[in-house]
Nanobody, 123 residues
Framework: QVQLVESGGGLVQPGGSLKLSCAAS????????MRWYRQAPGKQRELVAS???????NYADSVKGRFTISKDNAKNTVYLQMNSLKPEDTAVYYC?????????????????WGQGTQVTVSS
């Protein structure tokens, strides 16, 4: 069984900062890519940032220069540092991870999602 648990969301004023965390736990053999998505009310879920096993990163144009994705392999945790937040960043933020399981000889990558954490940017 694998769980991804996000934390760090909350209410922040425009221009402020938040740091989200997503910790993966369970019978994990290895983690490949990890990603942050967000979904605002009435909108489709969108990819915000991703980080590969080799630590290559990619960002949505809307967050480039403001958000930074990073990870701690020892803790199976991915982070999203969000600076210069705008009201349009308000959304539920989800993480996902592509990982293989202990005891699975095929080592096929499976995708798991967290439950989401609310980020609200408002004055």
């Amino acid at each position: 069984q694998v769980q991804l648990v996000e934390s760090g969301g909350g209410l922040v004023q425009p221009g402020g900062s938040l740091k989200l965390s997503c910790a993966a736990s369970g019978s994990i053999f290895s983690i490949n890519a990890m990603r942050w998505y967000r979904q605002a009310p009435g909108k489709q879920r969108e990819l915000v940032a991703s980080i590969s096993s080799g630590s290559s990163t990619n960002y949505a144009d809307s967050v480039k220069g403001r958000f930074t994705i990073s990870k701690d392999n020892a803790k199976n945790t991915v982070y999203l540092q969000m600076n210069s937040l705008k009201p349009e960043d308000t959304a539920v933020y989800y993480c996902n991870a592509d990982l293989s399981l202990e005891g699975d000889r095929s080592k096929v990558l499976r995708r798991y999602w967290g439950q989401g954490t609310q980020v609200t940017v408002s004055s």
